[in-house]
């Protein structure tokens, strides 16, 4: 069974920079796409951006400029690098499997990063 | 970017009734559409993908319909298990959500 678990930091400050790690266990991270989605509190899901295996990303225009997914293979690990961030960034932050052609059909239980100084 | 419009926004409906809910492309995506359900303080679950496959270990009452800009999620007998918010995802071109559907008890 596939088990996503996001972890990172539960509180961020104006203008610092986000790090959040996605493990991957009881599966293979290779041939899937892996993707970041957000929620601010009681408001819709965000698309923040994905990464393929291999390593190839494509991000949400309006957050590329800040936005970095990286992959570790070896750790089955996705990571998430948000830059620059404010009181707009306090989301729930999901990592999710996506594989070719379908939906997102494994979710982490999301965690919540609140930017507050 | 392609804009995804869900309409609508809340609906009130009772239990065995057949709901409806219509998402909206900016432009075509062909069949690239997802379906999910989110209930409050979890994941969203995926229902549907590719506009009309079910996700294994949904309810045939669930259904999606449709291709290029139109596309909509059916519930052919409202149950209770089903109030929740529904959202539909485009993965054709830089990925997005559409704003949700609040399913409520009438």
């Known amino acids: 069974q596939v088990q996503l678990q996001e972890s990172g930091p539960g509180l961020v400050k104006p203008s610092e920079t986000l790090s959040l790690i996605c493990t991957v266990s009881?599966?293979?991270?290779?041939?899937?796409?892996w993707s970041w989605i957000r929620q601010p509190p009681g408001k819709g899901l965000e698309w923040i951006g994905y990464?393929?295996?291999?390593?190839?990303?494509n991000y949400n225009a309006s957050l590329k400029s800040r936005v970095t997914i990286s992959v570790d293979t070896s750790k089955n690990q996705i990571s998430l690098e948000l830059t620059s961030m404010t009181a707009a960034d306090t989301a729930v932050y999901y990592c999710?499997?996506?594989?070719?052609?379908?939906?997102?059909?494994?979710w982490g239980q999301g965690t919540l990063v609140t930017v507050s100084s | 970017d392609i804009q995804m419009t869900q309409s609508p926004s809340t609906l009130s409906a009772s239990v065995g009734d057949r709901v409806t809910i219509t998402c909206r492309a900016s432009q075509s995506i062909s069949s690239w559409l997802a379906w999910y359900q989110q209930k409050p303080g979890k994941s969203p679950k995926l229902l549907i993908y590719k506009a009309s496959t079910l996700q294994s270990g949904v309810p045939s009452r669930f259904s999606g319909s449709g291709s290029g800009t139109e596309f909509t999620l059916t519930i052919s007998s409202l149950q209770p298990d089903d109030f929740a918010t529904y959202y539909c995802q485009q993965y054709s071109s830089s990925w997005g959500f559409g704003q949700g559907t609040k399913v409520e008890i009438k």
């Open positions: 009881g599966g293979s991270i290779n041939y899937y796409y």
């Open positions: 990464i393929y295996y291999s390593g190839g990303t």
């Open positions: 999710t499997r996506h594989p070719y052609g379908s939906g997102s059909d494994h």
